[in-house]
């Protein structure tokens, strides 16, 4: 089995004219052909999830809502013997079940050391062949003392990456995470980045000891990053959600920013600073300078889709903040913010105000929570928006 290859140099008119064929799908939206890296922690149940998908593919049955195309399956189940695979098959495959599309071997070859012929040997034997999975990557690989991590880690994934690309399956890597956090959930990945950054697709596994769920990120080049939240019953992982990426980042935002966004739409209009607006809105536990930032940061998410707009002015006294919606009367901009409060102090603002206000102006989102109570609003001539800094 091959797939279509196209000339290693082309013209990019001759490639605009060119058909070029859609992204094979081994599961659709999550796994697609090419060199894959399934990473978790040690013993947080990874070979039970990968040899149910296996079952699944190799049956054609769903995998989490999405219809499979049967095909056969190759799974290197490395770290195991036949009696331990016996015992989870038990577990895993009804009476009237017969899985001959799944393939298991417990031995193989390492990277350079004959891994490569024997994979080319079995996608000869089974042509209909979609999927291979190595358990564990590090089971394939030969200690390697010169060189840099990166230059070994990115020829050895390469190998295989090469292999899957030239005869349009998936090779599925399981590997591990290290124990130190970062702030990076894919710098978790044991190795150097060379890994990831062959892999054509990531799945990244996290569970609690003894937990029975867990959630995988899953990231990909021809894939929008997603979120997997998974159970697990009688050794079957199944799925209880799955987020988008946007999905993911409204649920990062604090509830007091919603709140405050209900309490502007509930006044129209507000100025003042950032301990009065937490005030008015009735949200205590928060720093103003804390405030101030997240506002700043999910500004595009929360106060552009319902058509609020802020400005943020910085004078030798105060640091004042405005919130007016997108169609009020433009006539507020020929007036000074200092008249509204009396102050007549010099004002000065970001210089970068302006593009990072137009920035906030995208996206159009909803959520409604709980209102606090109006402020009582200031009286006098309304204020002048000074230069906006929304950062």
Known sequence: MTTTRLPKTITAGALLATPIPPVKWIIPGLLPAGLAIFAGPSKAGKSWLTLWLCLQISQGKSVWGREIEPRTVLYFSLEDTLGRLQERL????????DPERLILQTESHGIGQGLEEQIVSFIHAYPDISLIVIDTLQKVRKAERNGSMYANDYRDIGV???LADKYGICILLVHYLRKQSSSDPYDQISGSTGIMGVADTTWLMHRQRMSKTATIRVIGRDMDEKMLHIREENCVWTLDEEETAEQQALKAIPDYLWKVADYIDSVGKWQGTAMGLLVAANISDVKPNQFTRKMAHYARDIFSPRGIEYKYTRTEQKRLLEFFHDDDDGDDDDIDISELFHWGIP??????????????KESKHGRSVATGQPAEKPTGTAPNPCEAASA
């Open 90 to 97: 038990y577990q895993l495959v009804d009476a009237e079940e």
């Open 160 to 162: 295989l990456k090469e």
């Open 347 to 360: 004002q000065t603002s970001s210089s970068s105000s302006a593009s990072s206000l137009r920035s906030r």
